[in-house]
């Protein structure tokens, strides 16, 4: 989903009222496949002036490396020494994204980027969905629209 939502969020938006939310997933793709969700915005950039979308990227405070441990401890031994094999931290890597994104100065994107208090990479999805769709201006444009 996150790769998704990138894609459509930075190549494939071009109405000015629609939106794009980011799961929480979208943090791991950061570093996924050599870093690609970076490759893909800096290819966007350099063709476009403007992101005319509202992207909300949502993270666990607990997605970082240490959070990671903490969680696999429960975990069968094989996923404990996975999870320690490589250092992944999503908070850090989402803010990495969101401030390329605003290094752009581009005059249209609204980013919203909350790190949710003591959640952790499972607990965090619904969190970013629900924040996600209450800001969508798409979705605000739906109900609030005369019945």
């Not at 581009?106 to 790190?115: D, G, M, T, Y």
Request: aromatic share 8%.
């Amino acid at each position: 989903m996150a790769v998704l939502g990138g894609d459509v969020g930075v190549r494939r938006i071009s109405a000015p009222d629609r939106e794009s939310a980011a799961t929480r997933s979208a943090a791991h793709h950061y570093w996924w496949d050599d870093e690609v969700s970076f490759d893909l915005e800096r290819a966007y950039a350099e063709t476009h002036t403007d992101l005319r979308a509202g992207v909300f990227f949502g993270v666990g405070a607990n997605e970082t490396h240490e959070g990671r441990q903490r969680e696999a401890a429960n975990c069968p031994e094989d996923l404990r020494q996975k999870v320690a094999s490589r250092y992944i931290d999503m908070v850090d890597d989402t803010r990495r994204m969101v401030a390329r994104l605003e290094q752009r100065h581009c005059p249209n994107p609204q980013l919203s980027s909350p790190v949710f208090p003591d959640e952790f990479h499972v607990s965090v999805p619904q969190l970013t969905l629900s924040r996600a769709l209450r800001v969508s201006r798409a979705l605000r444009v739906l109900f609030d629209a005369p019945r």
